[in-house]
């Protein structure tokens, strides 16, 4: 028996697109260039960056990942409702 | 991660122009990346909760939030990290500007007495007449305030130094515990170093590329480097760019002879190759605090570092050692105990310790932590080795509990007992040391340079934890046989292109291991090899 699912195709979709654009919004770094050359806080700050561009990237890609499973858990409810749950339980 | 070692003296334009507006730039953009991913998570969890504003319960949904909220604490930590290098920058960039305006003064301040400051910070003598005792009167002052401004400048490089190693260690909290590519699982992965599960890093020591030979000892292969003239051994850096010796000699031009200078300290400052350079006189030619019968005297082997541990405390480890009779040729045994002294001062240092049936000990900060990481040699003959621990946090500079041995973790084999090196087993052995770390994309690398068991070259071990570190296969990095090895010092690390690291290191090389007397040490025992070993990353 599957779990008692009253979420819509709609919803995940919808759901799918936020994270998507969360996702997006996470991919553009705040970051610009460094100035101060020359000075071992100016590498220090550029090391830093580096390693919050690369978490950043992190959770982009986590959000991303999940949006893609939300997407494919929407398709799987649309084709038949039973398999729709496990391939939902199964994705996530 | 870059690491730092204690920087030149800055000139005149660079203290004038000296940058913080990259701090304030990053202590924003950091804030701000935190908020973006805090504000994301939130929305994710909504999400998941509630998809397109459906309801969605069952396992499936429970699975799917207890993902998202995993997540979203991890992020957490993430921001928190992101929030306090901010607060470091932030804080950092006030001290360091606080730093210049002192050091702007005192230019000014000089400028103010009628003397002119050239760009090396030296200062002259800028006004014409008065009487020759006035000129050579006012030729001495020049010579103290050029010292005055040097230590100024000094100041807003080590202010800039330890702002920098402080955002670093920080930064060390956004490596390790990672979500997914997004694959549809979640994986947190503790990683760290690149090193798998024996902390074995993968970051292999290359060969020593010589750069050339102090004849007579003492970092500096000229007059101008090296005006004193001494010649002397060990050479450990401690904090505040301060390097101690072991036997001190200096050449006397009116007795034509050396003559001991004890265990002299200098300031110093690293050339462009990374050689600790000497910037005057000793500032003092018996660092250690206490009463020294004649002929003994604390040799430095060993310290924490030319970079204390996060909360500003260093330490030198030093051996008791009594010269032997007089016209003697065989060195006397080290002690089987350390003394250790606290380096936050001007010196003479107090000392605040004693590590019992531990001698040539080095350590190194441990982690962000305010631990050490520490070794000794312990026995002798065959059974003399070179042990590893790691010690407590100290609850504050100027607590020494953390130094209480029984409180030390030994540094575990992968045979679950304690790791030892062989080492040199005869008691008059120098076998002093070095533990050094440097910063990666990966992680820290902790690195041990020692001499080898017969004392004829220098071998390494990189690892990405003590106990990586220590069983780490070693790599003869130098070699000379027939001569005597010690005290390697790792004096700066800097970035390779490829993502290697270049250590610069002094080595001190003695012609043959037993001592000589002392009219005969300054013209043949020791020399100070300088060079570079590169450090390559895992393929």
């Excluded at chain 1, 997006?24 to 020359?38: C, F, K, R, T, Y």
């Excluded at chain 2, 973006?36 to 929305?43: G, I, L, T, V, Y």
């Excluded at chain 2, 929030?83 to 400028?111: H, L, N, P």
């Excluded at chain 2, 780490?472 to 690291?501: C, D, E, I, K, R």
Aim: glycine share 12%; proline share 8%.
């Amino acid at each position: 028996m599957s779990d008692p699912l009253e979420v819509t195709p709609e919803g995940l979709r919808a759901a799918a697109a936020s994270g998507n654009e969360l996702a997006g919004e996470l991919g553009v770094s705040p970051i610009a260039g460094v100035s101060g050359d020359g000075v071992p806080t100016a590498a220090a700050v550029e090391a830093v960056h580096a390693l919050v561009a690369s978490v950043r990237a992190d959770h982009a890609g986590y959000l991303a990942g999940r949006s893609g499973s939300l997407a494919s858990g929407a398709r799987g409810y649309e084709e038949t409702d039973g398999g729709s749950a496990s391939k939902l339980n199964g994705a996530l | 991660m870059p690491a730092f070692a204690p920087a030149a003296i800055p000139t005149k334009s660079q203290i004038m122009n000296w940058p913080t507006s990259h701090l304030d730039e990053a202590a924003a953009a950091w804030e701000k990346s935190a908020d973006q991913s805090e504000q994301a998570f939130s929305k994710h969890v909504a999400n998941v909760r509630a998809p397109g504003g459906t309801v969605w319960t069952g396992a499936g949904a429970n699975a799917a939030y207890d993902d998202a909220r995993d997540a979203q604490d991890t992020v957490a930590g993430h921001c928190s990290v992101k929030r306090e290098c901010a607060r470091i920058a932030r804080r950092g960039a006030e001290e360091i500007r606080g730093a210049q305006r002192t050091v702007v003064s005192a230019i000014e301040e000089v400028q103010d007495k009628g003397y002119s400051v050239a760009e090396d910070l030296t200062a002259a003598d800028a006004s014409t007449g008065g009487t020759l005792s006035e000129r050579v009167a006012r030729r001495a002052e020049a010579a103290q305030l050029t010292e005055y401004l040097r230590w100024h400048a000094r100041g807003l490089a080590d202010t800039d130094a330890r702002v920098a190693r402080e955002l670093t260690a920080e930064a060390q909290g956004l490596q390790g515990r990672k979500l997914s590519g997004g694959d549809g699982t979640q994986m947190l992965d503790d990683h760290q170093g690149g090193d798998g599960q024996d902390g074995q890093s993968g970051y292999t020591p290359g060969q020593f590329k010589q750069d050339g030979v102090e004849e007579g000892g003492t970092p500096g292969f000229d007059k101008e480097h090296n005006a004193q003239g001494i010649r002397t051994d060990e050479g450990v850096l401690i904090q505040g760019n301060r390097i101690l010796f072991g036997d001190g000699l200096a050449w006397d031009d009116k007795t034509h002879s050396y003559r001991g200078l004890d265990t002299p300290m200098y300031h110093y400052h690293l050339d462009q190759n990374g050689m600790p350079i000497l910037d005057g006189p000793p500032i003092s030619g018996h660092p250690e605090q206490g009463e020294f019968p004649p002929g003994t005297r604390d040799i430095p082997l060993g310290s924490t570092g030319p970079n204390p541990m996060p909360n500003g405390q260093g330490l030198l480890f030093a051996s008791r050692w009594v010269a032997g009779p007089p016209g003697s040729s065989q060195d006397p045994a080290f002690s089987r105990d350390t003394m250790v002294y606290d380096t936050r001062g001007n010196g003479p240092f107090p000392p605040v310790a004693t590590i019992q049936g531990l001698r040539a000990v080095t350590a190194v900060p441990y982690g962000d932590s305010n631990r050490l990481l520490i070794s000794g040699v312990t026995g002798e003959g065959p059974n003399a080795s070179r042990v590893f621990y790691v010690t407590p946090e100290q609850s504050a500079p100027g607590n020494w509990d953390f130094l209480d041995q029984h409180h030390w973790t030994p540094v575990l084999g992968p045979n679950g007992t304690a790791t030892s090196l062989p080492v040199n087993g005869d008691l008059s052995a120098d076998l002093s040391s070095n533990l050094s770390r440097f910063d990666t994309p990966s992680g820290t690398q902790y690195v041990l340079s020692m001499p080898n068991p017969d004392s004829s070259g220098v071998d390494m071990r990189v690892g990405a934890t003590p106990e990586g570190m220590a069983s780490a296969p070693a790599t003869s990095v130098f070699s000379q046989p027939g001569t005597f090895h010690y005290s390697p010092n790792v004096t700066q690390v800097t970035p390779l292109p490829g993502g290697g690291y270049d250590l610069s290191m002094t080595i001190s090389q003695r012609q043959i291991p037993d001592g000589v007397p002392l009219p005969d040490l300054g013209h043949q025992t020791y020399r100070n090899i300088f060079g570079h070993v590169p450090v390559m990353p895992p393929p």
